[in-house]
């Protein structure tokens, strides 16, 4: 999600003010005696301010448990709305959120779990005659990558669901 500031919108920002954007999914089923309806409740998912006016903004609705359900269901009768919100705050409220070391602690947490599939992937292939040493096929990595491959045309985020 790209969030930037308009033309001359910074001007118009109060002194030392940068803005926050949130997000919240809603989910109604329709077509039964009883709607349902769920939301998430708003969670923060980066800043702006007058020296970074823009920003690149990951989502994660991929990987959120009440999207993913509903997205994945056969069911046409569920509409998801997602609502933005944007908050106008002092820089320093916004540097206090540590907003910008967010996006490379991000980054390490999908590369963790990338090569936590891949050894989970490994150890299936040992035969634990050797502790603390692994025998693994020659071919493993391309075994491994193919999987990762058609696992990631189903999920693109299926290696970030796992808990550990």
């Known amino acids: 999600l790209v ?5 001359g ?5 109060p002194p030392q003010h940068g803005a926050l954007l949130y997000w919240q999914a809603t989910t109604a089923t329709t077509g039964s005696p009883m ?23 990951r989502t994660s ?5 009440v999207l993913a359900a ?7 009768n569920v509409s998801i709305t997602i609502t933005l919100g944007v908050s106008i705050e002092p820089l320093s409220n916004i540097s206090n959120l540590r907003i910008a070391e967010k996006g490379a602690e991000d980054r390490l947490n999908v590369a963790k779990k990338i090569a936590k599939n891949l050894f989970t992937f490994m ?13 693994v096929p020659t071919n ?25």
């Not at 969030?3 to 033309?7: C, K, M, R, Y």
């Not at 509903?70 to 046409?76: D, E, G, I, L, V």
């Not at 150890?123 to 025998?135: A, K, V």
């Open 70 to 76: 509903h997205a994945s269901s056969p069911n046409t």
């Open 9 to 13: 919108a910074i001007e118009s920002l």
């Open 140 to 164: 493993v990595f391309e075994r491994w990558l193919t999987r990762f491959e058609n696992k990631s045309r189903l999920d693109p985020n299926f290696f970030m669901k796992s808990e550990d």
């Open 3 to 7: 969030f930037f500031f308009l033309p």
């Open 123 to 135: 150890q299936s292939f040992d035969d634990t005659s050797r502790p603390g040493w692994m025998t």
């Open 35 to 57: 709607p349902l309806t769920k939301t998430t409740g708003f969670e923060l998912l980066g800043a702006i301010s007058p020296d970074r006016p823009s920003a690149i903004l």
């Open 61 to 65: 609705w991929g990987t959120n448990d």
